[in-house]
């Protein structure tokens, strides 16, 4: 009877720990799903090839979220890591962090529209590209002056400037 009163306890008290384990995930999770206090949408570019790191810490610092940690576990637990569609993101007041990543994996990346002046350089088209739209402007000078690249496109001069 001893034995069986003891037994009695220890699972008892398993039990309360499971669920007050539980209870705390539960109020862990709804608190970073909560909407955000913020008075304007915020946007973030997500390049190609942006490991879940580099995209929790731009959210992060976007202040679209709230802990990064919880970002790349729930990414990483559900599989959606490897769904992240680059692109433009509009992320609206009052967003919580399951819709947050329901827009990153559905691919849900608004139009980024760019103006190229006439009679610009190379480099200060390059400069605005980059500022617009994050890419690599040293990059993108080197393809448009590659000679292979250019002859892929039947353009019979030394760039693509003019």
């Known amino acids: 009877m001893f034995s069986y009163q003891t037994n009695k306890r220890k699972l008892l008290w398993i039990i309360s720990i499971v669920t007050l384990l539980l209870l705390i995930l539960c109020f862990y999770l709804r ?10 949408p915020v946007s973030v570019i997500i390049n190609k090839g942006d490991s879940i790191q580099k995209v929790a810490l ?35 007041e009052g ?11 559905r691919g849900g990346a608004t139009a980024i529209n760019v103006v ?13 590209l980059q500022k617009e739209i994050n ?5 993108f000078v080197q393809i448009c002056r590659d000679k292979s690249f250019l002859d892929s ?6 760039s693509l400037e003019g």
């Open 116 to 128: 190229i002046p006439e009679g610009l350089t190379l480099k200060q088209i390059a400069g605005i």
């Open 58 to 92: 731009q959210l992060k610092e976007a202040k679209v979220i709230t802990s990064s940690t919880l970002f790349i576990l729930l990414c990483n637990v559900f599989n959606w890591d490897r769904k992240i569609h680059a692109g433009k993101y509009d992320f609206p």
């Open 153 to 158: 496109l039947n353009i019979k001069a030394n």
């Open 31 to 40: 608190i970073f799903s909560l909407p955000l206090v913020s008075s304007e």
């Open 135 to 139: 890419i690599d402007s040293v990059l």
């Open 95 to 105: 967003i919580s962090i399951f819709k947050i990543i329901g827009q990153l994996t």
